[in-house]
């Protein structure tokens, strides 16, 4: 009985959430693979022909799985980010919490919607940079667990952001000055090992390097670090993020007074 | 049989030392019609937003058909349906959508959403308007919205915060015979107002808040006297509500 009256709400929220995101298809889907196209064409074919191999791959290839990342984990982000911070300033969160829902079914269908965004953009950017490629997936399975908990981490840091967030400005400040950069930053466009010392070893402490090394490694069975960091840390990294989540809404931390 | 509401010891303070309640206890029996009355700032909406799950519990216990929404909240809280005092649905989404999704929330399938989904919007006079945003609707409409949602899955124990609160006379009346047809169906209701002839003639008990205290709980003709009438002369209901609030008693039929 309660089983069926959780799974009934769990589905309303997912479907509620992803019905949200593709009425704004344009807005919410499109950038992503504007942006991944770009870089494809300019950094892949462009300046990457002069490149030679980067990270034992042509630098097309060795672009492609961080621009496809890069995709599913802001979208993961904005997506819960945007959503819950909607919904606390329209205040029709109020609909789940005078409903019988619990705070972690809560978080699973904010964080259920964003994953699926998140991978339908990569999945999207992966479409249409495969033909500039010759990229052969190596480890598929890998790869989709990779970006499956990378959307689901960045979908609970993202809903901490949309718990915290008291304005539209809160919400970028975040992936503007801090998710992007540790993207470019983490290995998306140049192997770490070629930074010059002390800024390789720096580039260990941020955690995009594993997600981004480990999802290129399941990709091109290339890589820096190997995805054994990447599923050790990811999955450890996305829990205690998913609890942080659930601590917040279950303690109503800015959403109750 | 357990109370429909069961409100014991419940205290809350705002930041700032703002003390909202002060050691509230109420117990609203099933199938009641219960009023909560005060002036701004009594605590009304305070006390059914702990009800509810709006409002961190501080201090006290809630009990909703004799179960802790805290702790277990399906149980306690799928037959409870709350009418708030201001709009809080998503204004980007179609009417149908707002309520189907509650429905889901309180765990619907999706056909029986739907079908309680037209069902409440025809009852409240708003299905012609269900695939429309509700961007155009007048401030009537929208509580008439908010009342659908609160119904779809149609709750044991309806709470309104100020439901009738900027409605002209029409639309009052309406919402007073639909809340009559809900209580005299079984439906335990818990309403909160400023307007004294609401609490008279649709209330059975009524719940007076002061300060964050409960300072009565009786019947109408208890509260305001057997013979109070509307208006503002001394045997008004207005008159006799202020003499409450002062702390005077309800004067005896047949006194001047």
């Known amino acids: 009985m309660n089983a069926t009256i959780l799974w009934n709400a769990y589905q309303g929220l997912v479907i509620k959430q992803v019905r949200r995101f593709l009425r704004s298809w344009i807005q919410n889907l499109l950038p992503s693979v504007v942006t991944a196209t770009l870089f494809m ?40 980010t945007l959503s819950f911070f909607g919904a606390r300033l329209q205040r029709h969160i109020e609909e789940m919490l005078v409903a019988p829902m619990p705070a972690w079914l809560i978080v ?31 480890h ?19 809903l901490i952001n949309g718990i915290f967030a008291r304005s539209f400005d809160d919400t970028s400040v975040i992936a503007t000055f801090l998710l992007t950069p540790l993207i470019y ?46 599923l050790l840390v990811l999955p450890v990294v996305t829990v205690l993020t998913g609890l942080l989540a659930w601590w917040l809404v279950a303690k109503g931390i800015r959403i109750k007074p | 049989m357990t109370a429909a509401i069961d409100l014991r010891g419940l205290r809350k303070t705002y930041k700032g030392g703002q003390a909202a309640l002060d050691g509230v206890d109420l117990s609203v029996e099933r199938g009641a019609f219960q009023g909560l009355l005060g002036p701004n700032g009594a605590g009304k909406s305070t006390l059914i937003g702990l009800m509810t799950g709006l409002v961190r519990i501080e201090t006290g216990s809630v009990r909703l058909f004799g179960h802790d929404p805290e702790r277990n909240p399906v149980a306690a809280r799928r ?21 189907a999704t509650q ?7 999706r056909r029986a959403a739907r079908q309680r989904t037209q069902a409440v919007l025809e009852r409240v006079g708003l299905a012609e308007r269900a695939a429309r945003k509700p961007w155009g609707l007048s401030g009537g409409m929208k509580r008439r919205l908010m009342m659908a949602r609160a119904l779809v899955h149609e709750p ?7 439901p009738t609160a900027g409605l002209d006379v029409e639309a009052r009346r309406d919402t007073w015979a639909l809340l009559r047809e809900l209580n005299a169906g079984g439906t335990t209701v818990l309403m909160s107002s400023h307007y004294l002839e609401e609490m008279r003639d649709l209330c059975q008990q009524v719940a007076v ?47 001047p």
Not at chain 1, 198 to 221: C, E, H, K, Q
């Open chain 1, 185 to 230: 930053l983490g290995g998306v466009f140049y192997p770490i090992d070629r930074l010059p010392a002390p800024w390789d070893t720096a580039s260990l402490a941020n955690p995009m390097v594993y997600i981004v090394d480990g999802f290129r490694y399941s990709l091109l069975d290339e890589g820096t670090t190997g995805d054994g960091w990447t």
């Open chain 2, 156 to 162: 044991g124990l309806l709470i309104l915060d100020e």
């Open chain 1, 41 to 80: 064409v300019i950094f892949g074919q462009f300046v990457g022909r002069d490149l030679g191999q980067v990270g034992g791959a042509s630098y097309a290839d060795y672009l492609m799985p961080g621009l496809v990342l890069f995709a599913v984990v802001t979208n993961a982000y904005n997506n819960t």
């Open chain 1, 140 to 158: 598929p399975g890998a790869a989709l667990l990779v970006a499956v908990l990378s959307a689901l981490l960045f979908s609970f840091a993202g």
């Open chain 2, 103 to 109: 429905g889901r929330y309180y765990g619907l399938s």
């Open chain 1, 108 to 138: 699973a269908g904010f964080a259920t919607a964003a994953v699926l965004r998140g991978l339908m953009a990569g999945a999207l950017v992966l479409l249409i940079a495969l033909p500039m490629t010759s990229l052969q997936v190596a």
């Open chain 2, 209 to 255: 808040l002061k300060d964050g205290r409960l300072i009565a709980n009786d019947t109408p003709a208890q509260l305001f006297g057997a013979d109070a009438g509307s208006g503002t002369g001394d045997q008004g209901l207005e008159a006799r509500f202020l003499r409450l609030l002062e702390g005077g008693e309800p004067e005896e039929e047949g006194e």
């Open chain 2, 79 to 99: 037959r409870v349906g709350l009418v708030p005092q201001e709009v809080n649905f998503n204004s980007f989404e179609p009417i149908n959508e707002i309520i």
